[in-house]
């Protein structure tokens, strides 16, 4: 007798696994060689303002500031605006302190009484920035002493609307996994830059012009991811929302709390886009050619079914096997699960299956609670 339920399983199992492997080899064999396509100039340096924002970051507050004051970028130019949702540790002491010893770099404090989460500290914060481009800063990241240059440079080009940047952990935390769940998806970031825009973004580094951001009305606050959001609805206004492969930076692992830290993170990306698959009917932009709006859009979907669907079918995979398993006794079912769990030695396989199982995780945890305003995991430099 045919075994239905087996092979029910096996295909949605190769679905599972075959897009993303499809995707990535498209995107790395036909988009990542492409040239840019955008009129760069290294020596473009313009104003510009960063906003850091804070809650509880006393450990770390003073290096971030050190770092951004040691970038290669003329001072004058730089404006940091520090918002701090009322820490209620050394936070705004701090860098009061700091600023007084760095007079030769413009440091304005903001302190909110109440903690209304990031993206509420950022709108607050955009009003009183008074450059055309604006960049997000988190406080955890550690940047290049070139990140400035190399994110600004891009923004000559009139066609850019944002930037962002790659990351890598510092050493510390459980980075193993952390790198092995980087390297795919940071190079599907350039290449899908290359093909004209990444709906992805990381708010350890964001730049965006303001005019964009407030034409949007600042950042959503309805969800947690507001540096993907916002990039993306940047890229479908007919912008550039890109991630350079020059641009890396570096961020903290948490020791503690790793997985329910990725799982937080996976709330956001999953309510991000969950929000964009709403806008069903996205108008095309008048602005921008339709082809390059239209790969857009191919990007778009594919990450929208990565994020949204895939674990999924890999999830009702596992549990038809298991089904014949354990009511059907079926042997090939059985030896495709011991197979699964084997592989689970390798690890590029470990990662991607830890990663299914926070994207799951963090869709159902979405239905209680989205972490807009979330507890932070404890982090420390090396
Ligand atoms: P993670 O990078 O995803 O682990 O998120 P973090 O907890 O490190 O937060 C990212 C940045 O946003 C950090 O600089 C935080 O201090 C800051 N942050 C988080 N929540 C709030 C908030 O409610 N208000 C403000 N002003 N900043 C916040
Ligand atoms: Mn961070």
């Known amino acids: 007798m045919i075994d239905l339920l087996f092979i029910v399983a096996l295909t949605l199992t190769e679905i599972h696994f075959g897009v993303p492997l499809m995707y990535y080899w498209y995107a790395k064999t036909k988009w990542l060689?492409?040239?840019?396509?955008?009129?760069?100039?290294?020596?473009?340096?313009?104003?510009v303002t960063i906003i850091i924002p804070t809650y509880r970051e006393a450990k770390l507050i003073e290096n971030r500031l050190d770092n951004i004051y040691n970038q290669n970028y003329p001072k004058e130019l730089?404006?940091?605006?520090?918002?701090?949702?009322?820490?209620?540790?050394?936070?705004?002491?701090?860098?009061?302190?700091?600023?007084?010893?760095?007079?030769?770099?413009?440091?304005?404090?903001?302190?909110?009484?109440?903690?209304?989460?990031?993206?509420?500290?950022?709108?607050?914060?955009?009003?009183?920035?008074?450059?055309?481009?604006?960049?997000t800063a988190d406080v955890d990241a550690t940047w290049p002493s070139n990140a400035l240059r190399e994110a600004l440079r891009w923004f000559r080009d009139p066609a850019v609307g944002a930037v962002s940047c790659l990351k890598g952990p510092t050493h510390s935390g459980p980075v193993g996994v952390e790198e092995g769940y980087r390297h795919y998806y940071n190079i599907l970031r350039i290449a899908e830059s290359k093909a004209y825009s990444t709906p992805i973004f990381h708010g350890e580094l964001a730049a965006f012009r303001k005019k964009l951001l407030k034409k949007l009305g600042g950042f959503p606050t309805d969800i947690g991811s507001d540096d993907s959001h916002t990039a993306t609805l940047i890229a479908l206004m007919g912008y550039r929302s890109i991630t350079p492969e020059t641009l890396w930076i570096k961020e903290i692992v948490p020791r503690k709390g790793y997985h329910a830290w990725r799982i937080?993170?996976?709330?956001?990306?999953?309510?991000?886009?969950?929000?964009?698959?709403?806008?069903?009917?996205?108008?095309?932009?008048?602005?921008?050619?339709?082809?390059?709006?239209?790969?857009?859009?191919t990007i778009l979907a594919i990450e929208e079914y990565l994020h949204l669907a895939n674990p999924w079918i890999l999830a009702i995979a596992i549990i038809l096997l298991l089904i014949d398993t354990l009511v059907f006794n079926s042997f090939s079912a059985l030896i495709t699960l011991l197979l699964g769990l084997t592989l689970l030695s390798i690890k590029k396989y470990r990662v991607w299956i830890t990663q299914q199982f926070h994207l799951i995780t963090a869709t159902l945890k979405n239905a209680w609670s989205k972490e807009i305003i979330w507890n932070k995991q404890a982090k420390q430099l090396d």
């Not at 949702?85 to 440091?107: C, F, M, Q, R, Y």
């Open 264 to 297: 937080r993170r996976a709330q956001h990306l999953v309510q991000h886009f969950q929000k964009i698959l709403k806008k069903a009917i996205i108008k095309t932009s008048k602005r921008n050619n339709g082809e390059a709006i239209k790969t857009f859009k």
């Open 33 to 47: 060689p492409k040239p840019w396509n955008i009129k760069t100039d290294k020596n473009y340096t313009p104003k």
């Open 78 to 135: 730089i404006e940091i605006i520090v918002i701090d949702s009322g820490s209620d540790d050394e936070t705004p002491v701090i860098v009061e302190k700091w600023a007084s010893k760095h007079k030769n770099i413009n440091l304005k404090l903001i302190k909110e009484k109440e903690r209304k989460g990031k993206a509420n500290a950022l709108n607050h914060a955009l009003k009183y920035t008074t450059s055309n481009i604006v960049i």
